[in-house]
């Protein structure tokens, strides 16, 4: 399955965006997100900035979960999305984490790992 959630992301134009809004539209209303949500017709996946690494990782697989699977009920991408991230390698978890750290927190992983090396 990572292939696939790699793939979406290369090559669907999909852009990942962190943000602190989560209000959006949906038809019959405004609809709440306090994670994540995807939106197809604009090749946008937002993802809330204000929770951790790794929950912002199994947000993006599960917005991902969403264009890869359209028919899949909530509950079934939510499983999915859990499992599949208990199941990543440490090259597919960083690949990921890629497309949700902002620009300090990369400058800060990749100081510490810089200074981990040198030691």
Known sequence: ??????????????????????????SGGLARATKGYILPDDLKIFINKHIDINDRVVTLIHELLHEIQPSWEEAKVDR??????????????????????????????LSTHKAYLNA
């Open 1 to 26: 399955m990572f292939s696939k959630l790699k793939s979406v992301l290369l090559h669907s134009g999909y852009r990942v965006i962190l943000t602190s809004d989560f209000s959006r539209q949906k």
């Open 80 to 109: 999915n999305s859990k499992k599949i991230f208990k199941k990543l390698t440490i090259s597919e978890l960083g690949f990921l984490q890629f497309f949700i750290m902002s620009p300090p927190e990369t400058r800060s992983m």
